[in-house]
Each structure stands twice: as structure tokens, then as C-alpha cells.
């Protein structure tokens, strides 16, 4: 139907049947970023959601940006992380308060529409402070869209239109973080970027692509496992990483 409609000429049709179809799926797995812990009493996720509404992000360190981010300017740390979703996707869960929601939706349609994988270079850029497409920014970024659009289906604001757009940013950073994925990175950061593909191919298993993603980041997992973590063992911070990686 969605061939149809694209061979038709009616993008906003295939657009709304891609969208829906994204949004109806059963996805057998767990949140990954954006999950609310027995150990948490919210009070802390609570006060960072209502300095988002304030304009305030918080995340290594503290900036005021206003609703309109400056994506390429600093605290580039802290904005290409996408830091503000998980305070307000938990806090809309618990207050039923949907201005959060919509804050959290305004915050990624803002995203998608001003920063634009046109303009991408490369993703081990030694300037990191101004390009979002370094690795470390991708990998939570990838993971905070995955984890927020699903929870965001159940927020009547949320459109197939806005699906099909948090698909389509999360195909073309991954894609676009792959053509970097080698084991010269021979530290956690290599596990971190196998790990967000993984998650990214798992979410989106049907997406043109992702098997290839999927095929790379399972031989760099292993290769880079055979080297760096047996026979002799590796660092506590890699140890971990690379149990969180299998998981």
C-alpha cells in the first residue's frame, strides 16, 4: 500500500500508512534509557523536566537555551544528547500532565528539522564541542529517540507523521555512524557505538539496511571482544560495557 500510494504521487498517504505501521508494532524490548527505577523517587527527574519547560537544560552542566536550541553552539555536550527527553517523558508518565509531552515532541521535531545529516562529516571529529554527529552524541541521542517515540505513542499529540520522522532521523544517523565503525577505537566508545546500532536495528528490523547493520555490529562486537577483552582480561569501565553490550 505504501508502494502505492508512492507511485501515486501522494507522499502524504504513504507517509500516514508508514507511520501507522511503525506505531502499531509489538517491540519485544525492554526501554533502554528512558525507564523509571524502583530506586528513584522522581523528585530529581521532576525538577529536571520543569527546567526543560523553563528552557533549562541539565546534563554536564547547566545552560539556558530556550525552546529554540542552538544544536551547533555550546553546551554542544549537553544538547546533542538529547538530555531533556527522559525528565519529561517520565514526569508526563507520572503527573498525566501532557504539556510535558508536547515539550518533548516540540524538542524533537526542532531536532529533525534544523539539524539535518546533510550536514554531517564525520563522527570522530577532534572539535566534538560543535559537531552532533560525534559518536558519543549519536549513541545517546539514538537511544533517547527510540526510547522516547515509544513512549510518546500513547500521547494523543504524537502523529504517524512524527513516527515516520524519528524513523527517519534514527536510519540516517545510523547509517551515517556506520561508515565510522572500526576497532582503531579500542575503548569503551567502540562498545557504545556497537551497542546503539544493535538497539537502532533491533527497533527498526523491517527498515531497509538494518540487517547490514546488524551484520556489523555483531562481527566488530566480536572481533574487538577477541582482542581487547580475552584472554587477558580488561579495564572494570570495559568489563562492563561489554556485559551491557551482550545483554
Same mark, same amino acid.
Given at each position: 500500500?505504501?508502494?502505492? =500510494?508512492?507511485?501515486?504521487?501522494?507522499?502524504?498517504?504513504?507517509?500516514?500508512?508508514?507511520?501507522?505501521?511503525?506505531?502499531?508494532?509489538?517491540?519485544?524490548?525492554?526501554?533502554?534509557?528512558? +525507564?523509571?527505577?524502583?530506586?528513584?523517587?522522581?523528585?530529581?527527574?521532576?525538577?529536571?523536566?520543569?527546567?526543560?519547560?523553563?528552557?533549562?537544560?541539565?546534563?554536564?552542566?547547566? /545552560?539556558?537555551?530556550?525552546?529554540?536550541?542552538?544544536?551547533?553552539?555550546?553546551?554542544?555536550?549537553?544538547? /546533542?544528547?538529547?538530555?531533556?527527553?527522559?525528565?519529561?517523558?517520565?514526569?508526563?508518565?507520572?503527573?498525566?500532565? &501532557?504539556?510535558?509531552?508536547?515539550?518533548?515532541?516540540?524538542?524533537?521535531?526542532?531536532?529533525?528539522?534544523?539539524?539535518?545529516? /546533510?550536514?554531517?562529516?564525520?563522527?570522530?571529529? =577532534?572539535?566534538?564541542?560543535?559537531?552532533?554527529?560525534?559518536?558519543?552524541?549519536?549513541?545517546?541521542?539514538?537511544?533517547?529517540?527510540?526510547?522516547?517515540?515509544?513512549?510518546?505513542?500513547?500521547?494523543?499529540?504524537?502523529?504517524?507523521? &512524527?513516527?515516520?520522522?524519528?524513523?527517519?532521523?534514527?536510519?540516517?544517523?545510523?547509517?551515517?555512524?556506520?561508515?565510522?565503525?572500526?576497532?582503531?577505537?579500542?575503548?569503551?566508545?567502540?562498545?557504545?557505538?556497537? +551497542?546503539?546500532?544493535?538497539?537502532?536495528?533491533?527497533?527498526?528490523?523491517?527498515?531497509?539496511?538494518?540487517?547490514?547493520?546488524?551484520?556489523? /555490529?555483531?562481527?566488530?562486537?566480536?572481533?574487538?571482544?577477541?582482542?581487547?577483552?580475552?584472554?587477558?582480561?580488561?579495564?572494570?569501565?570495559?568489563?562492563?560495557?561489554?556485559?551491557?553490550?551482550?545483554?
Amino acid at each position: 500500500e505504501i508502494d502505492r =500510494s508512492l507511485a501515486q504521487g501522494d507522499l502524504d498517504q504513504a507517509v500516514s500508512l508508514a507511520g501507522a505501521y511503525l506505531r502499531r508494532r509489538k517491540i519485544p524490548l525492554p526501554l533502554w534509557e528512558i +525507564k523509571q527505577t524502583d530506586a528513584d523517587d522522581g523528585r530529581e527527574i521532576r525538577e529536571r523536566a520543569d527546567l526543560t519547560m523553563a528552557g533549562i537544560v541539565k546534563e554536564y552542566g547547566q /545552560a539556558f537555551v530556550g525552546r529554540a536550541a542552538p544544536w551547533f553552539d555550546p553546551p554542544m555536550t549537553t544538547l /546533542a544528547r538529547l538530555p531533556h527527553l527522559g525528565p519529561l517523558m517520565l514526569t508526563w508518565k507520572s503527573t498525566g500532565d &501532557d504539556s510535558y509531552a508536547q515539550v518533548a515532541l516540540d524538542i524533537i521535531r526542532d531536532y529533525a528539522d534544523h539539524v539535518p545529516i /546533510a550536514l554531517a562529516k564525520t563522527t570522530n571529529e =577532534s572539535e566534538w564541542h560543535s559537531n552532533p554527529w560525534h559518536w558519543c552524541f549519536i549513541n545517546a541521542r539514538t537511544t533517547r529517540l527510540i526510547d522516547a517515540s515509544r513512549h510518546l505513542n500513547d500521547f494523543s499529540g504524537f502523529t504517524d507523521r &512524527d513516527m515516520v520522522t524519528i524513523a527517519s532521523v534514527i536510519v540516517d544517523e545510523v547509517d551515517f555512524g556506520c561508515q565510522f565503525m572500526n576497532l582503531g577505537l579500542h575503548w569503551n566508545g567502540t562498545f557504545a557505538q556497537i +551497542k546503539y546500532i544493535l538497539y537502532s536495528a533491533l527497533f527498526l528490523p523491517d527498515m531497509v539496511g538494518t540487517d547490514r547493520w546488524l551484520t556489523q /555490529a555483531i562481527y566488530l562486537w566480536d572481533e574487538f571482544s577477541r582482542a581487547y577483552y580475552y584472554p587477558d582480561g580488561a579495564g572494570i569501565e570495559l568489563a562492563l560495557v561489554f556485559a551491557s553490550s551482550f545483554t
